[in-house]
């Protein structure tokens, strides 16, 4: 009987994005320590001050970015499946955060329609997570033209998502 995978660190990762919009799936964040006094933590929705890191979606988006072209490597080798599923759990973890954290509208735009900018993005991120979602199951299924197939739709999610968000 085939018992439900669940990712070891996904709980824990996606906790901490929930609570903080500070996790992110590259890694447990290494700043344990948090904001010090006097800082303000960066909230869902907002751009970490410009510095080493960019802020939370940019970090969400190298991840999604560096655990497409490792998957890449292993589209025909089913053998690697168990690295392809944990790469595919980064990617979720990743995905997420990004859905937690929205862009602030290019265009100056305010209520109603800042909310339908975010909100389409937002639904974006949850399609990004559905494909990946899909693309473990087909892992686990070992069929080599669906994870391409899949593959490839992750890579349509992408482009479609940028034309629109970055200009
Ligand atoms: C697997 C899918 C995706 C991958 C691998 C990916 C990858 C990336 C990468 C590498 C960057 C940084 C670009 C640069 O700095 O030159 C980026 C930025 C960005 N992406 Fe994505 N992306 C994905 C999906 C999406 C989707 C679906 C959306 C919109 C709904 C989106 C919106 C953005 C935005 C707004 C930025 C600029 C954020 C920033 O760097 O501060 N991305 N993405």
Not at 33 to 59: D, M, R, S, T, W
Not at 99 to 116: I, K, Y
Not at 135 to 146: C, I, M, Q
Request: with cysteine.
């Amino acid at each position: 009987m085939s018992k439900l995978r669940i990712p070891t660190l996904a709980p824990i990762a996606l906790a901490a994005t929930l609570l903080g919009g500070a996790a992110i799936a590259a890694g447990i964040n290494s700043d344990a320590q948090g904001p010090q006094e006097g800082e303000q933590k960066e909230q869902p929705g907002e751009h970490a001050e410009e510095g080493e890191h960019g802020g939370v979606l940019h970090e969400s988006m190298e991840s999604l970015q560096k655990n497409m072209k490792g998957l890449r490597r292993l589209l025909g080798k089913p053998e690697a499946k168990e690295q392809a599923l944990t790469m595919c759990a980064e990617m979720e973890m990743s995905a997420i955060s990004g859905f937690m954290n929205p862009p602030e509208s290019p265009d100056g735009l305010e209520g109603a329609e800042l909310r339908a900018y975010q909100a389409d993005f937002k639904k974006r991120m949850l399609k990004v997570t559905e494909t990946i979602i899909d693309l473990e199951l087909a892992f686990d299924s070992g069929d080599a033209d669906a994870i391409k197939k899949i593959y490839r739709s992750l890579g349509a999610n992408k482009k479609e998502g940028h034309d629109i968000y970055i200009k």
